[in-house]
């Protein structure tokens, strides 16, 4: 996992207030989920201490740069946000943020280690 060094974390995204706002948003919903919720996928990064705070720091801030693997093209009209999100490859960058779907067909986008 590339390491991001504080001082330059914000080299590359457009709007850090935004950033700083959605990420704290998107990271305490995240971490409600993993600590007191009941889908496996998400419960079982409670035993990773830190881990799980750096590893969405990282992603977080992969998206905001369009870095991979959120880089991918995108167009509402032609692929649509849920789609393109499906789109993420699989990688040691996208184990957080990535849309996955279950046999039921519920999307989620915080996923299990993988």
Request: no cysteine; aromatic share 14%; net charge neutral.
């Amino acid at each position: 996992m590339e390491d991001i060094d504080r001082s330059d974390r914000f080299r590359g995204v457009n709007s850090v207030g935004v950033f700083k706002r959605v990420g704290v948003f998107l990271y305490d919903m995240a971490h409600k989920e993993v600590k007191h919720g009941s889908d496996p996928r998400f419960t079982q990064w409670g035993s990773y201490g830190s881990q799980f705070t750096e590893q969405f720091r990282h992603e977080f801030t992969l998206y905001a740069r369009a870095q991979y693997p959120y880089d991918g093209a995108f167009s509402n009209e032609e692929t649509g946000t849920a789609t393109w999100w499906r789109m993420v490859p699989e990688t040691s960058d996208s184990r957080v943020l990535r849309v996955r779907t279950d046999v039921t067909g519920n999307t989620t986008m915080l996923t299990a280690r993988t």
